[in-house]
């Protein structure tokens, strides 16, 4: 998992942010923890919000992780 490439959308006020973990959308985030739920989900268990805003992983499209 820490090779696999995450990409979170740019913001949408409806929709949330896109959340990809690979080749696969695993659901759309309306905040970090949300992210990192998905991140758990995806086999990283230990992760939290912090992790999510400072992961190198992680490719935000349209803005960081304060832009919701």
């Known amino acids: 998992m ?3 490439r ?3 959308g740019p913001p949408d006020p409806e929709t949330g942010r896109k959340v990809q973990i690979g080749d696969r959308v695993v659901g759309h985030a309306f905040a970090v923890r ?3 739920a998905f991140m758990q989900e995806a086999g990283l ?4 919000e912090l992790d999510v805003v400072r992961s190198e992983l992680i ?3 349209g803005g960081g992780p304060e832009h919701w």
């Open 59 to 61: 490719e935000w499209r």
């Open 45 to 48: 268990q230990d992760w939290d």
């Open 2 to 4: 820490t090779s696999t």
């Open 34 to 36: 949300d992210v990192a």
């Open 6 to 8: 995450v990409i979170v």
